[in-house]
Nanobody, 123 residues
Framework: QVQLVESGGGLVQAGGSLRLSCAASGLTFSSCAMGWFRQAPGKEREFVAAISPFGGNTYSADSVKGRFTISRDNAKNSVYLQMDSLKPEDTAVYYC????????????????WGQGTQVTVSS
């Protein structure tokens, strides 16, 4: 059974940093592209960042470029999202996702989802 477990969310002031982690099990991690999506209250879930199976390619939304960095450690079956210069508009539930194959920004192409972790940025 595939499990994706996020951690690292919390409350932070604007301008601060958080590092989200996602631990994966039940899948061949090095065969999977990994992604992060987020959903703010009253809004649709949106793409944040994605990384290819061996980390050679990364993609990020324009809204987080230069502030968020996605990375992975295949030896630990984990993916990370380093979030710097946080803004109140980054407040959302952040979801870790996985798919077998290439990284994509399209959420319907991801097969597995975590339960999410709340990130709240105060002004």
């Amino acid at each position: 059974q595939v499990q994706l477990v996020e951690s690292g969310g919390g409350l932070v002031q604007a301008g601060g940093s958080l590092r989200l982690s996602c631990a994966a099990s039940g899948l061949t991690f090095s065969s999977c592209a990994m992604g992060w999506f987020r959903q703010a209250p009253g809004k649709e879930r949106e793409f944040v960042a994605a990384i290819s199976p061996f980390g050679g390619n990364t993609y990020s939304a324009d809204s987080v470029k230069g502030r968020f960095t996605i990375s992975r450690d295949n030896a630990k079956n984990s993916v990370y999202l380093q979030m710097d210069s946080l803004k109140p508009e980054d407040t959302a539930v952040y979801y870790c996702t996985a798919r077998i194959g290439r990284a994509t920004m399209r959420q319907y192409e991801y097969n597995y989802w975590g339960q999410g972790t709340q990130v709240t940025v105060s002004s």
